[in-house]
Structure formats: structure tokens, C-alpha cells
């Protein structure tokens, strides 16, 4: 099982920037995918970036294209969400998750299996 600790969220105005930290514990290689997930008030669960673990692929939402960027540094065991030109629709309750088996590519982010997830990190877009 692997241990999940979103990092990193505030409060920031629009076209303002942040940077979400998933760090990993417990039963971690290098080749572990991760993917950030948001839920907004009232809205359902949508993924946001996933990072493969093996080969690099990487995938993002399309409201966030363009804006936000998923990287690792596996030494560290942690995967970063780069957030810039936030807008007030990014406002939301950021997780980081892994699963079983993640298949990452350009135009999706599937989880399969035993899922683990972190508790989150509050990111809010307001003047």
C-alpha cells in the first residue's frame, strides 16, 4: 500500500501560481503513476494530470492545458503539479492518487485496481 501527502495549496488571486507537492511512502518505486484529481463545491470528482511512471506520458484535462504541468523527481519519491494563470474555476480540494495499474496517455488517465489516495490540499482563486 502506498502513502499519499498532498502539499501546497493556499489561497491565491487569479493568474496567480502554486505548485501541489504528492509525496509518496510506503510501498513506492519509481515506476509508480500518479494523478491529480480536484473536487469543486457541489461538482464531482475530474481529473486534472496524471504522470506515468515507466515511460513519461503524461496527460491533462483540457480546462488546464496549456496551464498546468505534472512532474517527478522519483529520488524524492514526489510529483508536483505546477499551477500558473490560475482562475477562479481552479478553486477546489486537490488529491493526488495512484491505483493498481494506471494506464497514462495524451487523451486519458485510467485507474484500475486497489486505489490509494491522500486526504488533499485546498487550492482557493480569489481576488
Known amino acids: 500500500q502506498v502513502q499519499l501527502v498532498e502539499s501546497g495549496g493556499g489561497l491565491v488571486q487569479p493568474g496567480g501560481s502554486l505548485v501541489l507537492s504528492c509525496a509518496a511512502s510506503?510501498?513506492?518505486?519509481?515506476?509508480?503513476?500518479i494523478g491529480w484529481f480536484r473536487q469543486a463545491p457541489g461538482k464531482e470528482r475530474e481529473a486534472v494530470s496524471c504522470?506515468?511512471?515507466?515511460?513519461?506520458?503524461?496527460y491533462y484535462a483540457d480546462s488546464v492545458k496549456g496551464r498546468f504541468t505534472i512532474s517527478r523527481d522519483n529520488a524524492k519519491n514526489t510529483v508536483y503539479l505546477q499551477m500558473n494563470s490560475l482562475e477562479t474555476e481552479d478553486t477546489a480540494v486537490y488529491f493526488c492518487?495512484?491505483?493498481?495499474?494506471?494506464?497514462?496517455?495524451?487523451?486519458?488517465?485510467?485507474?484500475?485496481?486497489?486505489?490509494?489516495w491522500g486526504s488533499g490540499t485546498r487550492v482557493t482563486v480569489s481576488s
Open positions: 492518487a495512484s491505483a493498481s495499474i494506471v494506464v497514462v496517455s495524451r487523451d486519458s488517465c485510467l485507474f484500475y485496481g486497489s486505489e490509494d
Open positions: 510506503g510501498i513506492t518505486s519509481d515506476l509508480l503513476a
Open positions: 504522470i506515468s511512471g515507466d515511460d513519461g506520458n503524461t
